[in-house]
């Protein structure tokens, strides 16, 4: 297939460049006005610096050809066979952007408005989970605009609670201990420190469910068929054993399931297949489970409503033969997967700072040998004018790198040799140790061995979970 992408972020920069590595016409569309991206209501708050915008511009420059994304949808609305192209967009509030090339004919993901506001109007989600998901519990939220109004709430309760920002700048916070004043004290210290973050779209304050276990399943349609489902268990906080602030995704891991299995009963219930047939291509749905360890008891995490995640999109791709494979068996209405196959993930962040602006630090050298290259994922990159890859600094995350096989331990001992194989100063990653750790209860380990134990699903590949070496 031909492919096209459009972006803002950059966040699917990473498939293109493989799928052209693999042979395949390539077509990127860049919006360059933040105003365009975000949502109508964030028009007259949103700011991007111009040396913020110089540097995303850059990303991949020398590596893909890359034009603006208003001449790319003129193009588009020209081609006579639309069928051969598979269009991606990389977030859901690129809706406007799939909106003007939804009836062309193309293949491809097409997200709508619909989708974007299951994952940022928390009310709606909640709504939603009332009606049509009856096993699951919905945690208390308390909303905010002002932070004197979040730190005056946080000083009368004795509930514990996570931080979550509205705009993609304010961190989600999940304090690491729980005494429930000490823990609210951690909060009020990251509302103090970054008040202009939290106030840009307001935050909310969600109920910290104790001994919480997460797992997110998710589910694949294209034209409404019904394709794969998949289990993704995900580490997001920076650190070791989950104590730290958190990132989109330090690591992962992920692998196809049986669509019988219970938990898939549970995270998508029938209407969920009355939405995928509304929609055009490819059709995501996913929602994070978290358990109450000490009661059994399910609660509603979030939805990422025809989105893709990211590090587990790349998890995914590591386990096809090929890219274009992957999206081709999508067209074509075939699983993509193979059960008995399982990837692992870990993002590398460029920890190096400038020292006059404390901007992360730009044109540093990426190397790495070539026999990792199908499963390194960059991200922050460009080339230089000799030809050499090196960072843009359009922010800290650096690349991801991956791991496939036929058991766990197959995967991650292969993602860690393929670490081993990439060389950057300054990179941090969170260790094969924490992994594979079995000391802390919300280890990647632990949350899969507790719903094996539980019956919610079953591994399609063989593996004694817990020796892995």
């Known amino acids: 297939m031909k492919y096209i992408f459009i972006t803002f972020n950059g966040l699917g920069l990473p498939i293109a460049y493989k799928l052209k590595q693999e ?8 919006i360059d006005d933040i105003k365009e991206y975000v949502m109508e209501k964030e028009v007259n708050k949103a700011h991007e610096t111009e040396a913020n915008k110089k540097r995303r511009l850059e990303l991949f420059r020398g590596l893909l050809d890359i034009l603006p994304a208003d ?52 009310d709606k989600a909640k709504q939603f ?17 002002k932070v004197k109004d979040g730190i005056a709430f946080l000083q009368k309760t004795q509930t514990l609670w996570v931080l979550k920002g509205q705009h993609d700048s304010a961190k989600t916070f999940v304090p690491a201990i729980e005494d429930p004043t000490l823990a609210n004290n951690q909060i009020v210290e990251m509302l103090q420190n970054y008040p202009e973050k939290y ?22 349609y294209y034209d409404g068929v019904p394709l794969a489902t998949t289990m993704n268990f995900e580490n997001k906080s920076f650190g070791s054993g989950n104590i730290s602030v958190q990132t989109g995704c330090s690591e992962d891991l992920v692998f196809p399931t049986d669509m019988e299995d219970r938990i898939n009963k549970i995270a998508f219930p029938p209407v969920v297949d009355e939405m995928a047939r509304k929609h055009k291509g490819l059709f995501i749905w996913d929602a994070s489970i978290l358990i109450n360890k000490r009661d ?12 893709p995640g990211y590090n587990s999109l790349f998890t995914e791709l590591s386990q096809a033969d090929s890219i274009n494979k992957f999206f081709e068996n999508l067209v074509h209405k ?34 790495f040998q070539p026999n990792m290259e199908k499963d390194l994922w960059l991200w922050d990159v460009r080339k230089n004018t000799q030809d050499k890859l090196v960072t843009v600094g359009s922010d800290h995350n650096l690349a991801i790198i991956t791991g496939s096989g036929k058991s766990i331990d197959e995967a991650v001992s292969k993602l860690y040799r393929n670490v081993e194989g990439f060389a950057f100063a300054g990179a941090y990653y969170r260790s ?19 719903g094996l134990e539980r019956g919610l699903y079953r591994l399609p590949f063989n593996v004694k979970v817990g020796d892995i070496s």
Request: charged share 30%; proline share 4%; glycine share 4%.
């Open 199 to 220: 106030e840009k779209l307001g935050f909310i304050l969600e109920e910290n469910i104790p001994s919480i276990i997460e797992l997110t399943p998710e589910k694949l």
């Open 71 to 122: 001449e790319v949808v003129k193009k588009m609305k020209e081609i006579k066979n639309p069928h051969e192209y598979f269009v991606f967009f990389e977030e859901n509030n690129l809706y406007r952007w799939a909106d003007q090339v939804r009836d062309l004919g193309f293949e491809g993901n097409f997200p709508t408005k619909e989708n974007y506001l299951f994952e940022v109007d928390r």
């Open 296 to 307: 059994g008891k399910m609660y509603f995490g979030e939805f990422c409503s025809n989105r």
């Open 432 to 450: 094969k140790d924490d992994f594979i750790s079995l000391d802390y209860q919300s280890s990647i380990i632990n949350r899969l061995n507790y």
């Open 129 to 145: 989970v009332k009606e049509h998901y009856p096993k699951l519990y919905i945690p208390q939220v308390e909303e905010f605009t």
């Open 334 to 367: 075939q699983s993509p997967f193979t059960l008995g196959t399982v990837a692992a993930s870990v993002r590398l962040f460029n920890m190096n700072r400038d020292e006059d602006t404390e901007r992360v630090s730009s044109d540093i050298l990426v190397n």
């Open 23 to 30: 042979g395949c016409e390539v077509i990127v569309g860049q």
